[in-house]
């Protein structure tokens, strides 16, 4: 039976234990860049936090949130400015813009700790009229 070995930042498991002390070391790496100000270029595998979506007439899109992996990356336009946006694992029918995450890391981190984002949907008629 192989060995699991978890970042103790995130929870997810990895084969061996330099996985495992990497992915830490860069998920406090991505998570000290935000909390300094900066917008840390995101690739796929990146593990942020997303916020709770929840939705008055489509309840069955709310959505919790917490940590998230990042799945894709793109720039576009938000505002007239360009703007990186990510796409995530928990949360794969929408583009989050990653410049207004990244100033909230440090909220949502004390907010969701080491929490999962996922979807919890509301599928009572009353919200989910149209």
């Not at 900066?38 to 936090?49: A, F």
């Not at 309840?59 to 940590?67: A, E, I, M, P, Q």
């Not at 029918?93 to 700790?113: P, S, V």
Request: glycine share 6%.
């Amino acid at each position: 039976m192989a060995a699991n070995y978890t970042c103790s930042e995130t929870g997810r498991s990895f084969p061996a234990a330099d996985a495992a002390r990497a992915s830490e070391a860069h998920f406090r790496e991505i998570q000290a860049l935000c909390d300094a100000g900066q917008v840390p270029e995101l690739h796929k595998g990146d593990v942020v936090y997303v916020d709770t979506s929840l939705y008055i007439r489509q309840g069955r899109d709310d959505f919790r949130g917490g940590l998230a992996e990042v799945i894709e990356a793109r720039a576009d336009v938000s505002a007239g400015k360009p703007t990186p946006f990510v796409r995530l694992a928990q949360d794969s029918d929408t583009w989050h813009n990653w410049q207004m995450l990244a100033a909230n890391q440090k909220k949502l981190r004390t907010e969701f700790d080491k929490n999962w984002a996922h979807p919890d949907p509301d599928d009572r008629p009353e919200f989910n009229e149209w």
